[in-house]
Nanobody
């Protein structure tokens, strides 16, 4: 079993910055990818940024140039630096990981989420 822990959310004014952190703990032989998703009120959960073990990085179009995903996926830790935040960035941010262990194979896990609120 793997536990995913997020931190760093909060309330910020438009144009401000926040840094989210995500750490995965537990039985992990290899981390395949770590990603951030966002769920706005009344909307579906959408991917914001993703990094794979091979170093591939993807961003959702609306955050390109403003958000940066980084970290050491081999150490099961990833960050999301969010700059020039906009009110439409408001939502609950979830960390998703895909990890491999001999007993479970490759499995996706989710964190509990951290609230980000951007005021205009």
């Amino acid at each position: 079993q793997v536990q995913v822990e997020e931190s760093g959310g909060g309330l910020v004014q438009a144009g401000g910055s926040l840094r989210l952190s995500c750490t995965a703990l537990g039985r992990i032989f290899k981390m395949n990818l770590m990603a951030w998703y966002r769920q706005a009120p009344g909307k579906q959960r959408d991917m914001v940024a993703r990094i794979t073990s091979s170093g591939n990085i993807n961003y959702e179009d609306s955050v390109k140039g403003r958000f940066t995903i980084s970290g050491d996926i081999a150490k099961n830790t990833v960050y999301l630096q969010m700059d020039n935040l906009k009110p439409e960035d408001t939502g609950v941010y979830f960390c998703q990981v895909n990890s491999y262990d001999f007993s479970t194979g490759s499995v996706y896990y989710w964190g509990q989420g951290t609230q980000v609120t951007v005021s205009s």
